[in-house]
């Protein structure tokens, strides 16, 4: 079955960095585009980055453009997100996504909290 596992969320000072992993299993993963989401307490899940089945094509959030860097590793069916300059307002649970077949697959997500 479709499986997808974060990893990497923490607690990290503003200006800070952190790198998130998802692990992608039970699918053909070159297949697909890939996107990362987040949702903040009290807020609406909000899209923070995807990238294209090769990589070649990556889109962002307003919020987070300049400061984080999606990438994909296709020969370890991983994806991870890469933040820096992290702000308080970017924590949040971070959720790795995929379509498949119009069906909607998430992650169980991993905190990440930026506070001093």
């Known amino acids: 079955q479709v499986q997808l596992m974060e990893l990497g969320g923490g607690l990290v000072q503003p200006g800070g960095s952190l790198r998130l992993f998802c692990v992608a299993s039970?699918?053909?993963?070159?297949?697909?585009?890939m996107t990362w989401y987040r949702r903040a307490p009290g807020q609406e899940r909000e899209l923070v980055a995807s990238i294209s089945n090769s990589g070649g094509s990556t889109n962002w959030a307003d919020s987070v453009k300049g400061r984080f860097t999606i990438s994909r590793d296709n020969a370890k069916n991983t994806v991870s997100l890469q933040m820096n300059s992290l702000k308080p307002e970017d924590t949040a649970v971070y959720y790795c996504?995929?379509?498949?077949?119009?069906?909607?697959?998430w992650g169980q997500g991993t905190q990440v909290t930026v506070s001093s």
């Open positions: 039970g699918f053909t993963f070159n297949n697909l585009a």
């Open positions: 996504y995929v379509r498949i077949l119009g069906r909607d697959f």
